[in-house]
């Protein structure tokens, strides 16, 4: 049965077409802008009621992708349309990262997994099919948008990849990073040497003693590889 973000939607009977409408045409300019996909914070600012939302899901006009996240037109997602639609899902305090920042920075082929996001505060919540993160604080200088996608900033990426990688895979994103010109030596090695504290919300820990370490030694590495 079709959901909202707000609630369920009951079984109803067929309504008339009214994709036209002037907040349907305002919906549709707003999914060309972000990947065909849009919250359902954003329907109602259209001019989208709840009983509107429910009869467009109910016409294959809108598919629920998560919770209070349609995509509009098709269900057919591409990778960036994924990526936007797990970013909306956990708010306006969220922005994409880890593994999933990193293949949208072009560093790693993505793979299909989970996208993963980082949620500022501690009020995060688990969201089916997403890896979320909670930081302490997200600062202006650690977002940044791609493809119209807020996502970590390069730096921050990185940072937050030295946990995950091996260390050949972590001198490989350092490289691609320098060379796209995304960050440089200088920067990396005057950054924090680990960003606030984060943990995931899929049951493991993201912020380790040995991830601090890990994260510590990321500008040791850049100046090693770079400089």
Not at 81 to 91: D, E, I, K, P, Y
Not at 93 to 111: C, I, N, P, T
Not at 124 to 151: F, K
Request: aromatic share 4%.
């Amino acid at each position: 049965m079709p959901a909202t973000g707000e609630g369920v939607c009951r079984k109803r009977q067929a309504q008339p077409d009214k994709s036209d409408t002037p907040p349907d045409v305002q919906v549709a300019r707003r999914a060309a802008a972000q990947h065909g996909v849009v919250s359902a914070a954003q329907l109602r600012a259209d001019g989208l009621n709840r009983e509107a939302i429910c009869v467009r899901v109910g016409n294959g006009r809108l598919h629920r992708t998560h919770h209070g996240v349609y995509a509009v037109g098709h269900d057919s997602l591409t990778r960036d349309a994924r990526f936007m639609a797990a970013v909306l899902a956990c708010g306006s305090r969220a922005a994409l990262s880890h593994f999933a920042g990193g293949a949208l920075w072009d560093y790693l082929e993505w793979d299909d997994r989970w996208p993963e996001v980082t949620v500022a505060g501690s009020a995060a919540r688990c969201r089916p099919g997403l890896r979320i993160h909670r930081a302490r604080s997200l600062d202006a200088g650690d977002i940044t948008r791609r493809h119209g996608i807020p996502v970590t900033s390069a730096a921050r990426t990185v940072l937050d990849l030295a946990a995950m990688l091996p260390d050949k895979g972590l001198r490989r994103v350092v490289r691609q990073s320098q060379a796209r010109g995304h960050t440089s030596a200088e920067r990396c090695c005057r950054s924090p040497s680990a960003p606030p504290g984060t943990a995931a919300q899929d049951g493991s820990p993201s912020s380790s003693r040995q991830d601090r370490r890990r994260r510590a030694a990321v500008p040791r590495t850049w100046c090693s590889t770079c400089c």
